[in-house]
């Protein structure tokens, strides 16, 4: 279940979150949403579009794993990948338990523990170092968990993790990013609302 001895918060392998979202989208489904937010948002923007892809910016701060959940219930067909901050994750922990609660099978949250709000100028997320997000989805109930600290083992499993049956928890330790400008609003809104309802009834 859980796919690393290493305690989530090691920095010693050197993860980048560039290098764990490529992962994810080599893995993502043709058919999969990913909802990306934070400086997952900046770091997808860096890899080629779907139109599936909701790119969560502007968004509601810690609303991405919510945003998931309601897209897939409404989506039931389509798997559904979150990829959201420490600090937004620990906004709105109680989405865990709605996700639970729901039993959206089809949903994937993965959260890019890098400790700091890289966003908003690496101020540290409260408990970086402490609180471990991988315990914290246990106890909201979600019975598939994983931690990695590693590329190379998160690489070789994200295709199974992602393509099992959820709702699905996953926490990558990934290296903070100090300095780099947070992510710009791909276009306006509403056009790009637009698009992605067009691309779900397709
Ligand atoms: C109500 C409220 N609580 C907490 C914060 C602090 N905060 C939470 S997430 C965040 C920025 C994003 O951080 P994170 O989700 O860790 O993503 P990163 O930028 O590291 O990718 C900030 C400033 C806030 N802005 N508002």
């Not at 559904?80 to 937004?88: E, F, P, Q, R, T």
């Amino acid at each position: 279940m859980t796919a690393t001895t290493t305690t989530e918060t090691a920095r010693t392998t050197g993860m980048s979150a560039k290098d764990a979202l490529a992962a994810v989208h080599a893995a993502r489904g043709a058919r999969d949403i990913v909802i990306t937010t934070m400086t997952p948002a900046r770091d997808w923007m860096l890899l080629p579009p779907t139109p599936l892809d909701l790119v969560f910016v502007p968004s509601a701060m810690g609303g991405a794993p919510s945003m998931g959940l309601g897209l897939a219930l409404a989506q039931p067909n389509r798997r559904v990948i979150v990829c959201n901050g420490d600090g937004s994750m620990l906004m709105n922990l109680g989405s865990l338990v709605s996700i639970v609660n729901a039993r959206a099978t089809n949903l994937v949250v993965i959260v890019f523990v890098n400790g700091t709000y890289e966003v908003t100028g690496s101020q540290p997320v409260p408990g970086a170092g402490v609180v471990d997000y991988a315990a914290l989805a246990r106890a909201a109930g979600f019975e598939s968990v994983h931690a990695y600290a590693s590329i190379e083992e998160w690489r070789s499993d994200v295709r199974h993790v992602i393509g099992a049956p959820g709702p699905t928890f996953v926490s990558l330790a990934v290296e903070p990013v100090h300095g780099q400008p947070g992510p710009k609003s791909p276009g306006p809104a509403r056009e790009r609302a637009r698009r992605f309802m067009e691309a779900l009834d397709a």
